[in-house]
């Protein structure tokens, strides 16, 4: 089954990208869709920038003490 997850980074501000391919790691964002793909996956492509709001709409925090 195919999903559009995508890679996720965190954007450094300074054109740096800090993110997980295969280990952790910070690369320039622009050099990011030249790295060769995973086993069964899509190489990267950067289709956009969003906000820790944009991201987080729609979720609901979780209460971290309680017991399910």
Known sequence: MRH???HVGLAMGDGRVVHAWDVVRIDDALAIPALPP????????LIGWATPDEVLRGHVSREWDARP
């Open 38 to 45: 995973a086993p069964g996956w899509d190489p990267p492509r």
């Open 4 to 6: 559009d997850w995508g």
